[in-house]
């Protein structure tokens, strides 16, 4: 009776387990980069908002990716990096009082099955963040000070770009 009941329990939690897994929903179509990039007409608050949601979703990109794979670099790293994003972002918020967005990015992550889906993961990423930098940053009307603190991530952005693919040439 104790091994039907053990048995049952596991079950219980990996069908669980899985069925989370499984549930991960795509973003809405204006969450982060996708929705900026989509977007014709962009407000301060939306630039700040996409921005912030979509290196909120990197950093849930890569805890999935590291809760799979293991402390593995370039994504110990460049979630490290993405913190430093965020932190550039904040004060921004404040400046011209906008509401700091709820991080909901782990909600709209799956953990990739192989370390390739991984890099490529990171790869798609870096390639819609950078585009994504790079219409804010070109929006007019915009702040100086946005605009700096756009064109400098998207430059960092380049950088783990190159990072990712570095990786992902292993896999090829």
């Known amino acids: 009776m104790k091994k039907i009941a053990i048995v ?4 219980f939690i ?7 897994e499984a549930n991960a929903e ?5 969450y982060g980069a996708k929705g900026a990039l989509q977007d014709s007409s962009i407000t ?3 630039a700040l908002t996409y921005a912030l ?15 799979e794979f293991g ?24 400046r011209y009082n906008i509401n700091v967005p709820e991080n909901k990015a782990s909600q709209y992550t799956t953990t990739p099955k192989t370390l390739k ?7 798609q990423g870096e ?15 915009l702040p100086q000070d946005v605009r700096s603190v756009m064109t400098r991530l998207g430059d960092a952005s380049k950088n783990h770009l190159a990072a990712f693919k570095k990786g992902l040439t292993q896999y090829q």
């Open 26 to 30: 795509a973003p809405p179509e204006d």
């Open 71 to 94: 402390e593995i670099k370039p994504f110990t790293q460049i979630k490290v990096a993405e913190q430093r994003h965020i932190t550039a972002l904040l004060p921004l918020f404040t």
């Open 44 to 46: 301060l608050e939306e």
């Open 117 to 123: 889906e991984a890099f490529e993961a990171g790869v």
């Open 53 to 67: 949601e979509d290196e909120y979703l990197a950093q849930a990109r890569y805890d999935a990716i590291m809760k």
């Open 127 to 141: 390639i819609d963040n950078i585009a994504m930098y790079e219409k804010l940053a070109d929006l007019p009307d």
């Open 8 to 11: 049952a329990i596991i079950s």
């Open 14 to 20: 990996f069908f669980n387990f899985n069925l989370l």
